[in-house]
Nanobody, 116 residues
Framework: QVQFVESGGGSVQPGGSLRLSCAASGNIFNFYVVGWYRQAPGKQRELVASISSGGITNYADSVKGRFTISRDIAKNIVYLQMNVLNPEDTAVYYC??????????WGQGTQVTVSS
């Protein structure tokens, strides 16, 4: 069974940066889309960024210009580089993978806290 493991979360000050990693136990090309979601306290889970198997990326308006999703195909890792972080970015961040004809795969989540 394939699994995702997120890492890289932590606590930073406003304006700081973090790089999240989503490590897949198998080839990331098994997923037609891999995305990063986040859920803040009292808020619904939202899609932050995604990357397709073909390399097409999409971003939520709230993070455009600040976040970058990328991948290391050889290492089967999808990254989320987060720059110019602000308190509104505080949330648990989850990695998600979508496969044809199968249920989504979710990681356990990693906490990102932005505060002064």
């Amino acid at each position: 069974q394939v699994q995702f493991v997120e890492s890289g979360g932590g606590s930073v000050q406003p304006g700081g940066s973090l790089r999240l990693s989503c490590a897949a136990s198998g080839n990331i090309f098994n997923f037609y889309v891999v995305g990063w979601y986040r859920q803040a306290p009292g808020k619904q889970r939202e899609l932050v960024a995604s990357i397709s198997s073909g390399g097409i990326t999409n971003y939520a308006d709230s993070v455009k210009g600040r976040f970058t999703i990328s991948r290391d195909i050889a290492k089967n890792i999808v990254y989320l580089q987060m720059n110019v972080l602000n308190p509104e970015d505080t949330a648990v961040y989850y990695c998600n993978g979508k496969r044809v004809g199968q249920y989504d795969i979710w990681g356990q989540g990693t906490q990102v806290t932005v505060s002064s």
